[in-house]
């Protein structure tokens, strides 16, 4: 009989997420990707598709949690390029044709990117002006079944926080010339922008540009945390928390939704990946309180905003009992939580990346 699969691999994104996911079982893998981290981690994202079989390069989802500069970038890197090295069946990402009808919104301009690449490149996976992925305030949670088993839960954004992130959000579109949900502009603008090209560009020819993309210096946006897509992946009896950069309140509140549909007083699950890579404002003393995890993932290597903090690691550890912690980089900020000092003295057990390993694989 074959064995159940539910892995989660974190790319090392540098300050950001990517995530690859497997589940389903070893006859019949499926994947999904969520977030590409910024554009330089385009490069890893490649290389583990070379990992799989010609005939099985297949995304049932590729998940872009919310448009901030180091999730955003390497998917755009990724969908520009020509033929497409892989297939997907569905995108979830909230466009700015997508949320104009219901809540007047606007993305910034690596977002009108994603949105030009997905309307051209997979258009049956990804409808610009289909309904935005959101948490209604009322109501049961939105919960999708998935090829393979899979089902997914949403968490976040609610419709208060997608609101929220217009104002953020639409001086940066504008000032970059491109009319908002203008598909036909943004495609324009993001040619003349050469870290996300292929090689032969999206146009017709233009240089070898691959010195650009390896030297490409990377700035992050300012943070739309609150449109993240959050949510509750749940495969073959396992189940994951993935709460990119989501408000702990928005969290909160859906996980109190979900608890009281389900008759529980707490959720159980497997792994947490933990929200904004260990920021302190993401993970609160409720949030902890409504979840039991013995895993939590934390990704990024501090070099933007120097996460994780130590408050959101001192809250897990004695709030959230873990007994795994699994850390993508070595750095100043996870050192301490990686000795033995520190993991004898709360009770867990520390993994980090070995630094020239392409990934870290956690096992539900």
């Known amino acids: 009989m074959p064995m159940s699969v539910f892995r989660i691999e974190m790319l090392p994104a540098r300050h950001g997420d990517c995530l690859w ?22 490069a890893l994202i490649a290389a583990r598709l070379d990992q799989v079989p010609m005939g099985s390069r297949v995304f049932d989802l590729v998940v872009l949690s919310h448009v901030d500069a180091d999730h955003v970038e ?25 949320m104009r009808p219901q809540h007047g919104l606007l993305g910034p301009v690596q977002g009108e990117f994603l949105s030009a690449l997905l309307a051209r490149r997979v258009p049956g996976a990804w409808q610009p002006d289909g309904a935005p992925w959101v948490v209604p305030d009322a109501g049961p949670l939105p919960a999708f079944d998935l090829p393979g088993g899979m089902t997914l839960t949403l968490l976040s954004p609610s419709t208060a926080t997608l609101e929220e992130m217009a104002e953020a959000w639409a001086p940066v579109v504008t000032k970059a010339g491109i009319p908002p949900g ?4 943004a495609w324009a603008a993001l040619a003349k922008k050469k870290k996300f090209l292929p090689r032969e560009g999206l146009l017709g020819a233009s240089p070898d540009l691959d010195a650009l993309l390896r030297a490409q210096f990377v ?6 945390n609150g449109s993240s897509i959050a949510m509750l992946a749940e495969c073959g009896g396992k189940r994951a928390l993935l709460l990119a950069d989501a408000f702990p309140g928005v969290v909160s509140g859906s996980l109190a939704r979900l608890c ?14 933990v929200s904004h890579h260990g920021s302190k404002f993401n993970t609160d003393e409720a949030l902890l309180r409504q979840v039991r995890s013995p895993a939590y993932l934390i990704s990024t290597n501090g070099e933007q905003f120097h996460h994780p903090d130590a408050e959101c690691l001192a ?7 873990p007994e795994r912690l699994y850390f993508n980089y070595r750095s100043a900020f996870t050192e301490p939580w990686l000795s033995e000092a520190a993991q004898a003295e709360h009770g867990y057990v520390a993994t980090v990346r070995e630094a020239d390993a392409p990934l870290l694989r956690v096992e539900l």
């Open 219 to 224: 700035e992050d946006d300012a943070p739309a």
């Open 21 to 42: 996911i497997e589940y389903g079982d070893e006859a019949e893998v499926h994947r999904i990707l969520i977030d590409g981290g910024p554009v330089t981690t385009f």
């Open 74 to 98: 390497g998917l755009v890197r990724l969908f520009a390029e020509k033929p497409l090295p892989f297939v997907v069946r569905e995108v979830w990402f909230n466009g700015w044709r997508q």
């Open 260 to 273: 009281a549909a389900r008759g529980l007083d707490r959720l159980e699950v497997d792994a947490v990946k």
């Open 315 to 321: 809250r897990i550890v004695s709030l959230g009992g």
């Open 182 to 185: 203008n598909l036909d502009a």
